[in-house]
């Protein structure tokens, strides 16, 4: 299909009440799944960020890393131990955990969003103290998989206003300097929340919340926290679903506006969300 | 022809390079013409103009306003003396020019940009003594047509530096207080020179500058000073193209980066010019 | 009478307690009447502002402009119907009281203010989405009548933080982007209140409150919002006196310091009023 | 004689134009003989400097203090030698300057700008090393009467930009901090070029420079330098005038725009220097 | 003994901990006995004071000058009355008083900081409108003794926020610009609360509060709020020691952090106080 | 050894004439060998650096790795090719480089100096564009060893601005987003060059430059670039010496005006060299 030039200049204009609506604001979004190691919708993402902050928004990235953790694991030969689901995470599996996190994936992130035109700028938990962090579990079964105890935004407050896009690693670090693995979707909240931000998105790879896990078309457009009970019990919030809600839910109490499950399959996931009506996806809010 | 929200997002996307060259700039747009009497056509200015201040430019908007002065001046049964093709302009036109300027079109203009979203402010000359004016011909024979002696660009500096658009009405003023009545296309030129400005528009009624003035075919797209005597002699630039050109070699010379005479009857002219690689129209460079 | 230097020398420095008390206020000026169309006396308030503005003060004019809208509605063969003693605003008066208020009168202040070595810039209620207002009756039978529904006093932060002596056109705008004509009174203090000002002064063409109207010396100094409705009843304020009174109940009830009528066919009268301990005219005040 | 309301408003409007010239400029001034020892006169000064800063000038004091030096010298029985009409400055001597001028002089005269509605800070030059000084003399016969080296002028740019007026004792500094007493016209000349000061004034207890000494009516209004060698020759410049006339000489080669001599006896002799055409005294200009 | 380069450097180190607590922290030290008349320890007291300034605190002098003033007096032969052990100061006396603290004393410390690397500036209670006072006694008997009313502590922020340590002599100033002298140690405290200072020092000439006076071991490290009474009442706390610990008292329930009575005999006592975990002297706390 | 509590304020009062000259100043510190490997060594380095910052100057961090990276190749099974000494880093070597370097090595410091009491920040050439980078042998034999193309050092100069302590890991970004392995020595003058460091810092693991390598007496204290050619000639300069005596002197030649070729060895070696006069190890000089 061609679309002219004056098609193009309508398009953009089109744009303008959502520029409008969201300049200034602030935008946490936590990068992963299918949107990451797809190299044609990975490119897409980083411009969809630039794009965002050329035009007045404050993206903050928060990325997972899964893929390339086990992927250096194997290659090492460390095997882990995994308890519900969840990797115990001793010394050497956090030390490698660490280094593919805030050296591969972080700059990598980085260099696209640079490559892009923008201007982006990596972090983990320890720089700045930005996370203050503590292990998940009170007996410490789970080794280095930890949960954040405090964030010091400070750090993102400076590297925003100087025009740059924070692209965090989420790293925690103890009070003895040693560091902890956080699960990325509640380091975005928590950033979300201390950074009172005004939306968080969490790049997924699903469609939203389904009704039905098998079909698309029972799509859940929003989902109110005074639900959140009922769809738990009735199964249909589960599995993977049931954190992200999590997150979601700790991320509104915490006074972000709002906050949005979408499908990161999807090129251009973002814009979409934030430059149409309907948006895609589900939105969780405070009701 | 139905286009998709993807296809919107890429649209976005493409956008970006443009966006990112042209931030901080400033650009001068003469508005006039057709895109200034036609309804429809002038939303899309407006709308053209604060994307143009969302994605981080610095538009400044200088209008004319030959229609709604004549029907002014023949409501009210004032009749004109012409010399060469200029209205001689005495004390009771002068008065008449000033109010439907200043009064009527630079506050639809303003009142147009707010409603597309932007922060507009209307100036004429005499605001902060912007524009120092004296009679253009030595003789005064043509009344208070004037021209430019001086620009004082402060007004605008504080006006873009916090966040206006500012539109202003082509009335300068002169030592007395006395009010002129001076060409938008020679202001446009002068603010331009004044503010440093990285682009200066020329709105206009034609495709641009051709070769042959019945064949739209014939477009010159690029018209380099060194060709401009060459092009006088042979005809070309002739008749109302001829002060056009001049006020793009004038703004060059002040140091101007790329001055363009556009078809502001195509619409979103403007974001056509900025945001695609051919441009529309005819570009004057100094080479 | 001559007045020696040192003579003048002392004059300048009794001034100094005043100028002091003064330093960083904010004062609006409803300037109106006699001063607005005798020359001298014009010339006068232009001065008087301008020594405020040096002397640390920042004057906010407001202007009407009665006569110049008479003068051109019947150069134009408008007729118009009136109401209660109020013109009814049809689209055509609209469009000449809006020029004639924008384009004209305010411009002229504008150009005499800069004459006497101040900056001045003209502003009406469009600019900057100053005055957002909606019609003053009910059912529109008043047609453009209009009354202010909010004041963005941002603009004129702007313009008075960059050194600038703001000078506004009572024109509102509704929210179809169509014109409104407001009292100048009511602009005054619906911006005096937004722009919690210190004073609000009304220039008219009386020496302010009389006991008895024919009698100068009748005038009442001092007037209490306790006591209002007193005089009131005893039709001490009545006819133009009114809304003039109503004006400063408004102002000072919503957080303005002062509130003054003052004779502006006195020269100077706003600096008597300013530098003078007695002051001149009525001082409405929250009591 | 009686001066109404309204000639007083005219009087503070007829200052405009001098208040505009003056705006933001800083006028040193040279503060001493009579204008500091006759209580009615002291009083005047004080208001005339502070009316200075409120209506926009930047005044810095600079004083002397003879008569109370001499005064405590004498209650403390210390007898000076004097060579060539200057007092031979011991350890004893300069403490008791010292004291004198930094710790009463200066205070009173700070006292007395506060009490008289401004905001003054009393600096001496070892405040923030202000002035570096070393012997006027080589063999330092003179013990600790000093010239200055080199000012600092960090510390009266910081008071200025603060809002506060400084008032400056000459005392000044050496390597090994002890103190110098140095001549006050000196001290305000180095001052005036190291701030790039705009005006230069010395208040003395003569008219100017006189042709003829005896007769007041024959002052020289302008004093160029190209003239100042054959004044000098003539014997007209002599005496007093001598240094005077020498500071003014360094003052306006150094960059400083004009330099006055007036007569401090005058009530409101700055004011009437700055504020009136004519100005007073006599002015020496670099032609 | 000889130390090493590297044991320097270890010490340096040793400090980071309380150079970080301190960081941008406000310390008023009272100057005062001891380490103001015997040299080695003056040099001593403005190195520390220039060492704090450059490792980020803002250290505050208030100073005495109690023999200087003595010695002067006597000089001049002026005797004076005591009633309970103050000098009764009448206006000669006061005087002398002025001179010797603003003038000389002040200045030498001034020049003293300079000369150890810091930027200092001496400021009396007059500067600035700094100490508003008024006489100790109702009846006037101690004649210009003062008692602080009110801090105008503004002139010490800006000259703070400049990078400048300020020197104050404890002159205050009355209503009709008569001046006080008030007990140092007072105005201390009083600068201290308005400047919501987070450590008092007074330097004195014991080693603090001690149980028996005579034995040295005895000494009381700190002292809560809540024993005062007790301590009073069984004569630990008396004579000089009283008003020392009252003055503690007025700056901790004023909102003052800590407040510490230091011995000014041992060299470098201000950073021994803040550079040890231990501290010197008795700390006074609002327990 | 024991040394008193006032040895030791002696010993921080000793350092302000260094503190005094260093204040404001840049310093790039590039870290590695034995300092960084030798835990005790290493908190040592941390202290120095956060002392600095506390103090005035700017550290700015450049690190090596070497035995990190070799020890997770060799964990890896990556067997590399050598040339002339050089690493050849093919793309798999380069991906652990660049995670060691960057999520490990860097992120190390991060924290160390975090817990120091400093705020730091880590950062690669890639964040923000700071190292531009291409291969340093123009048949790319080596693979991605790199050499610096250009430096872009606003993203330091926001992040030392803030209060934040840069520490850069040498990874450059070519073109293609991919990434390159540069020399930290070369790094480091680049960096310091493009930040006008007043001072360039290498930590080795030798004493500096000497006569005999084997005899630590023969240091060479000052090296003139006068003397390189002939000292290289002589074969004084040989070996691991050259490439760091070169990184010195494009320093030197870019601007910064001294650097050091210092024994990390040796405990707080940074502050040895900063805070004393003799300094250590070998300074290279323009002369």
């Known amino acids: 299909m061609i679309i002219s030039a004056m098609e193009k200049a309508e398009i953009l204009v089109e744009a303008l009440p959502y520029i409008k609506d969201f ?16 190299c044609e919708l990975k490119q897409k993402v980083m411009q ?16 997972g890393g899964g893929p390339e953790i086990n992927s250096m694991l194997s290659r090492l030969g460390i095997k882990s131990e995994f308890i519900n689901g969840l990797r115990v995470t001793d010394q050497d599996t956090m030390e490698i955990v660490e280094m593919v996190l805030g050296g591969k994936v972080n700059k990598e ?28 579990d009170a007996d410490s079964k789970m080794g280095f998989v930890g949960e954040v105890l405090r964030i010091n935004p400070q750090i993102i407050e400076t590297v925003i206003e100087n025009g740059y896009i924070p692209v965090i690693a989420p790293i ?4 003895e300097q040693e560091s902890y693995n956080i699960n990325a979707d509640l380091v975005a909240a928590a950033i ?3 950074m009172k931000a005004d939306k968080l998105v969490l790049l ?10 098998k079909d698309s078309d029972t799509l859940v457009s929003v989902l109110r926290l005074s639900e959140l009970d009922d769809y738990i ?15 979601c839910e700790e991320a ?15 090129p251009h996931s973002i814009l979409l969300e934030i430059f149409t009506d309907e948006g895609i996806g589900t939105m969780v809010v405070n009701e």
Chains 1, 2, 3, 4, 5, 6 share one sequence.
Not at 204 to 213: E, F, R
Request: aromatic share 2%; glycine share 20%.
């Open 252 to 266: 509104v109490t915490g006074g972000v506006g709002r906050t949005h499950i979408i499908d990161g399959r999807e």
């Open 192 to 194: 979300a929340v201390a």
């Open 109 to 136: 992130i980085v260099a696209g969003i640079n490559a892009s035109g923008g201007k982006a700028i990596g972090i983990s938990g320890k720089d700045g103290n930005l996370i203050e962090a503590g292990p998940l």
């Open 23 to 38: 300049y200034g604001k602030r935008v946490v979004i936590k990068y992963g799944g299918a949107a990451m190691t797809d």
């Open 204 to 213: 997924t790879d699903v469609p939203g919340l389904l009704m039905d896990p």
């Open 172 to 175: 925690g670090m103890g009070s």
């Open 48 to 63: 969809d960020i630039v794009l965002m902050k050329y035009v007045g928004m404050h993206p903050i990235v928060v990325h």
């Open 233 to 247: 019990k009735r199964g249909i919030i589960a599995g993977g679903m049931l954190p992200k809600v999590k997150c």
